[in-house]
Nanobody, 126 residues
Framework: VQLQASGGGLVQAGGSLRLSCAAS????????MGWFRQAPGKEREFVAA????????SYADSVKGRFTISRNNAKNIMYLQMNRLNPEDTAVYYC????????????????????WGQGTQVTVSS
């Protein structure tokens, strides 16, 4: 299984970016999927996640209302639409997938995910 994240870049505060995560060897129609990020000198933190079966989504408080996780099952791609970006959103963003479905309350824990992408850098200038 491989996850390939892309779409990062440099954007001004207030701007938008859409990250993509393409999967090979698995689909996004089962289990759980999520996005995490890691800023320099900080630990990896949860951003957003989705239950593949129900479509239920979960977001970190810091991105709620600005970021949206979604998927395209036909293309086997997961997305993270990021709007109203601010410098605090600067980080390397990682996509992740879990094969066996887990309860919603656990989707924000990095250790429950089985597969990880390589990360894509997002830099927001002030």
């Amino acid at each position: 299984v491989q996850l390939q994240a892309s779409g990062g870049g440099l954007v001004q505060a207030g701007g938008s970016l859409r990250l993509s995560c393409a999967a090979s060897g698995r689909t996004f129609s089962s289990g759980n999927m999520g996005w995490f990020r890691q800023a320099p000198g900080k630990e990896r933190e949860f951003v957003a996640a989705m239950d593949a079966w129900t479509g239920h989504t979960s977001y970190a408080d810091s991105v709620k209302g600005r970021f949206t996780i979604s998927r395209n099952n036909a293309k086997n791609i997961m997305y993270l639409q990021m709007n109203r970006l601010n410098p605090e959103d600067t980080a390397v963003y990682y996509c992740a997938a879990r094969d066996r479905r887990i309860i919603v309350s656990a989707m924000n824990r990095a250790e429950v995910y089985d597969h990880w992408g390589q990360g894509t850098q997002v830099t927001v200038s002030s």
